[in-house]
Each structure stands twice: as C-alpha cells, then as structure tokens.
C-alpha cells in the first residue's frame, strides 16, 4: 500500500543534543511538508517542499532545518533541541499543493526532550 | 517536557446518535476544505473534503456542509459509533498556496 512512513515512532533526546527525524513516501508526490503538533493543539506548519523548493514558515525557529534528498524522503533536523521542542512531529505529502489537493499523513514521531 | 496545551472543546453523544462538529474558517478567498480525525497517538486521517464551488457533499455516514457567506464549515456524523471517537480538524486552503490551516479542533466523546 501506497503510504507515508515516518521513523522513529517514539525518539528521546537530550537537551540540545542535535536529532534527525524522517520521512518517507511511496506515493510519488511532489509536495512533503512537515508540522509541529502539541497537546490538544492543531498541526502547526514548520515548511515544506514543492519538488526541492523549500518553503519555510516565517515564524519557525533556525533552530528547525529540513532535507529532501530525493522526491521520496524528506528529514527533519532539530540543532540543539529545547524542553519546548518536545512534540509529535508530523510528515505530510500532497500530489500537488496548490488547487486543493489532500494532504497525507505519516504516523508521527513523538519527540521526548530529557 | 511538552507544554500543556489549550483545552479543546468537547462533544459528548450518545452511542447511535447523529454529531455535528462545527467549524469557522478564517479567509473567505479559501477554496477546498478537509475534514481531518486523529485518534490519540496517531496522525491526522482523511474524513471528506468539499470545494467551495459547492454547499454540500455525503461519504459513507458522513456529511460536509460549507456556507461560505459566514465562512462555516460542519461536519455531521450519522448513528456515531465509539470509533468515532476522536479529535475532529477543520482545514482550509487558499487557491495559489501550497498549504493548510488548520482549525483548533473538536474532541468528539461517544458514550454507550
């Protein structure tokens, strides 16, 4: 089945320890786009890619950096993660982006920052 | 840690009953709307979408309705069930750009 992958499901840190998340998709698509969800709280847009144009939200942190290797994974690197990092990390994927078009969801992985 | 998070506003309905989870967006230039479940610990699932070219679509005992004078979107569940239980997620996207927003969510609690 064609689907959105994200690894590790659970990741522990240790503050300001540099930490990678990932994604991947067998869907083809061309947008990944990658949110920030805290508790009770909607997905909140980080950036995402169209293609290997980064489009990065004008209110996330330098501290958040993103890759996209190929069109199928995508990376979510945190520099030095805070306390106020830790979250659900969610990896979306859109065949298109514009013209309305539904964003796919991996799993999540849930950060811990000890 | 992770900070404590806004209250989300719950629905509670009877096993059997019909819910309706309402929704005001924010930009009356959005295009598409979805409507998102997450259960806990999971991301958000694909319920329905609808195009603002029309006021109404069904799936299977699901029902979008989108009003756009007073940009309100409702989301009706039929003979709900306690799978149904979860956070419900309005999004709207704006024709021309290359993501959602998302609403604040509802917590829908089906009770036996």
């Known amino acids: 089945d064609a689907m959105v992958i994200q690894n590790p499901r659970y990741q522990v840190t240790q503050f300001g320890k540099p930490v990678t998340l990932s994604c991947s998709q067998t869907?083809?698509?061309?947008?990944m786009y990658w949110y920030q969800q805290k508790s009770s709280q909607a997905p909140k847009l980080l950036f995402h890619?169209?293609?290997?144009?980064?489009?990065n939200e004008a209110d996330t942190p330098d501290n958040f950096q993103s890759r996209r290797p190929n069109t199928s994974f995508c990376f979510l690197d945190i520099r030095s993660p805070g306390l106020g990092d830790a979250a659900m990390y969610l990896c979306?994927?859109?065949?298109?982006?514009?013209?309305?078009?539904?964003?796919?969801f991996g799993p999540g992985t849930r950060l811990t920052v000890t | 840690g992770e900070s404590v998070g806004l209250h989300l506003p719950t629905l509670s309905v009877q096993e059997g009953d019909n819910s309706i989870i309402n929704c005001a967006y924010s930009?009356?230039?959005?295009?598409?709307f979805i409507w998102y479940k997450q259960e806990s610990g999971k991301g958000p699932q694909f319920i329905i979408d609808?195009?603002?070219?029309?006021d109404k679509r069904q799936g299977q005992r699901v029902t979008v309705l989108l009003n756009k004078t007073v940009k309100h979107l409702s989301l009706q569940i039929a003979a709900t069930q306690p799978g149904d239980s979860a956070v419900y997620f309005c999004?709207?996207?704006?024709?021309?750009?290359?993501?959602?927003?998302f609403g604040a969510g509802t917590r829908l609690a089906v009770h036996p």
């Open positions: 869907l083809n698509h061309n947008v």
């Open positions: 609808i195009r603002s070219n029309m």
């Open positions: 979306a994927t859109s065949r298109e982006g514009t013209g309305g078009y539904e964003q796919y």
């Open positions: 999004a709207e996207n704006m024709y021309g750009y290359n993501k959602l927003i």
């Open positions: 890619y169209y293609d290997k144009d980064f489009n």
């Open positions: 930009n009356s230039a959005s295009d598409y």
